[in-house]
C-alpha cells in the first residue's frame, strides 16, 4: 500500500536518523567483531524494519514498492551489514510466502516475520545450481502427507539465523529443469536439518552465509508454496522484486560514497587548495553523481511500474544490472579520491569498496541480468 506522502516523510526521516545516529558510528566494531549487537536488531524490529514489505493485517507495513526502495535507499547510506539483518524478512525470504501462500500459511507465519521473532532464509542455491537455479538437485520425495527432503543448499544469506527456509527441491526428477522444482516452506527446528558455519567473505562482515543440509528432513505437505513443479516461478518472481530491492540499496551506498567523497575532496588539501578545486577530481564526482541519479531514476520508475501491476522482469534486470555496475565504480572513484587513506582502513572506504563486490553476483549476476535483459527484449521486439 503506497503511503500517504506526510506518513513517507514521516518514515524515512525517522530511519535516515537510525542510520546517521545509530548505525554509523557502529560500522567499524560490526565489520571487527563480525556481529551486529543484539540492542541494535531489537532496535531494528521495534522501527518495524522486518516487516516494511509485509501486510498490514498481519502486523507489517505493507509498503509500496516505491515506498520500499525509498527506505531502502536511506539504508544504503550505512555498511549493507545492516540491512542484510532484516533484508530477507522483508525480500526473498518472505515474498514467495505473501505471493503464493494460502491464507493458513500467511497467518501461521507472517505475523513473526513481520516483528522479526521469525528470521526467514531463501534457500534456491546449491553446489552446482548458482546461475543455473532450474538445475536444483535438492530432492523431496513424497511419502503420505509429507515430503522427504534431501540435499544441500549453498551461500543461504542469514541461514544461521534463520527460523524458517523457502526450499526450492526438485519434486518431479522426470523433469530435469525448471518445470520439477517445487517450492515448500521448512522449519529450522525439524529433524534431519543442519546449518554449516559461516563462511568467510570479502566483503559485508557482520551479514553471513552458510550451507544448509538436509538429511531426510520430514516437512508436511501443508508447507507446500503454490503447487508442485511452480517452484522456479516462485523462485523468478520473488527475485524479480528482490533484484529493484537491491537497485535500491546499490543508490544509497552510492550517495553515501558519494558525499564520503565530496566531504573528503572538500577539506583535503595538496598543491596549496583542496583537491576538489582540481577538475579531474571534479570529473569524477561529476560521473560517480550522474550514475547515480541514473540508477535511482530507472529503480524509482521500475518501482513504480511494479506497483501499477504491470510485469518488471526486465526492469528489474536493468535496474539490478546498471546499479550494482555503478555502485562498483563509484566505490572505485572513491578509493581514488581519498588516494592512499583510501586504501587503509581508517576511513572505512576500502571496507565499502569490498562490501559492494557481492552486488555484481547475488540474486543473479550481471550476466544473468544481461540474458534476461535481452530475452525479454528480444521477445518484445524491442
Ligand atoms: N516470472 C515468472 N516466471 C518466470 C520468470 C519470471 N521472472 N522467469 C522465468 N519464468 C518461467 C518461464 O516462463 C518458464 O516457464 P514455462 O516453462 O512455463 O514457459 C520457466 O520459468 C523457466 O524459465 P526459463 O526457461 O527462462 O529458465 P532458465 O533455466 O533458462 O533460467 C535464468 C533463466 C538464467 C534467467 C534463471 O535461471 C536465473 O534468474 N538465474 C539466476 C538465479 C539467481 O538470481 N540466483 C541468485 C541466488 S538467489 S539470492
Not at 205 to 223: K, L, M, S, T
Amino acid at each position: 500500500m503506497a503511503l500517504d506522502l506526510e506518513t513517507r516523510e514521516q518514515l524515512i526521516d525517522t530511519v535516515r536518523r537510525f542510520v546517521t545516529e545509530r548505525l554509523r558510528p557502529l560500522e567499524a566494531k560490526v565489520s571487527e567483531d563480525d556481529a551486529i549487537p543484539d540492542e541494535v536488531l531489537a532496535e531494528m524490529r521495534e522501527l518495524g524494519l522486518y516487516g516494511l514489505s509485509i501486510p498490514e493485517e498481519f502486523g507489517g507495513l505493507d509498503l509500496s514498492m516505491e515506498d520500499e526502495c525509498l527506505v531502502v535507499v536511506e539504508l544504503g547510506r550505512t555498511s549493507p551489514a545492516f540491512r542484510s539483518a532484516f533484508g530477507t524478512n522483508v525480500g526473498i525470504g518472505s515474498q514467495g510466502l505473501v505471493m503464493f501462500g494460502t491464507d493458513a500459511q500467511k497467518a501461521k507465519y507472517l505475523p513473526g516475520i513481520a516483528s522479526g521473532e521469525i528470521i526467514t532464509s531463501f534457500a534456491l542455491t546449491e553446489p552446482e545450481a548458482g546461475s543455473d537455479s532450474a538445475n536444483v538437485q535438492t530432492r523431496a520425495v513424497r511419502d503420505g502427507d509429507h515430503y522427504v527432503l534431501n540435499g544441500v543448499k549453498r551461500f543461504i544469506t542469514n541461514a544461521n539465523k534463520a527460523d524458517l527456509f523457502t526450499v526450492m527441491t526438485r519434486t518431479d526428477p522426470s523433469k530435469p529443469g525448471a518445470g520439477g522444482v517445487t517450492a515448500l516452506l521448512v522449519e529450522r527446528d525439524l529433524p534431519g536439518l543442519s546449518v554449516g558455519k559461516p563462511e568467510k567473505k570479502m566483503g559485508q562482515q557482520g551479514a553471513h552465509i552458510c550451507d544448509v543440509n538436509f538429511d531426510n528432513v520430514r516437512v508436511p505437505v501443508e508447507n507446500r508454496l503454490g503447487r508442485e513443479g511452480e517452484g522456479f516461478k516462485v523462485a523468478m518472481q520473488v527475485l524479480d522484486k528482490g533484484r529493484l530491492h537491491i537497485s535500491a540499496l546499490c543508490v544509497g551506498v552510492a550517495e553515501r560514497l558519494i558525499a564520503d567523497s565530496v566531504a573528503y575532496a572538500t577539506e583535503r588539501k595538496q598543491f596549496g587548495q583542496a583537491i576538489s578545486n582540481f577538475q579531474l577530481i571534479q570529473g569524477m564526482i561529476a560521473d560517480s553523481k550522474t550514475e547515480s541519479l541514473a540508477a535511482k531514476a530507472l529503480t524509482m520508475e521500475t518501482a513504480r511500474k511494479r506497483d501499477a501491476g504491470q510485469s518488471v522482469t526486465m526492469e528489474a534486470a536493468a535496474a539490478k544490472y546498471f546499479a550494482s555496475e555503478m555502485v562498483g565504480k563509484v566505490a572505485d572513484r572513491a578509493v581514488q579520491i581519498f588516494g592512499g587513506a583510501g586504501y587503509v582502513a581508517d576511513h572505512g572506504i576500502e571496507r565499502f569498496y569490498r562490501d559492494v563486490r557481492i552486488f555484481r553476483i547475488y540474486e543473479g549476476t550481471s550476466q544473468v541480468q544481461q540474458v534476461v535483459i535481452a530475452r525479454e527484449t528480444l521477445k518484445r521486439g524491442g
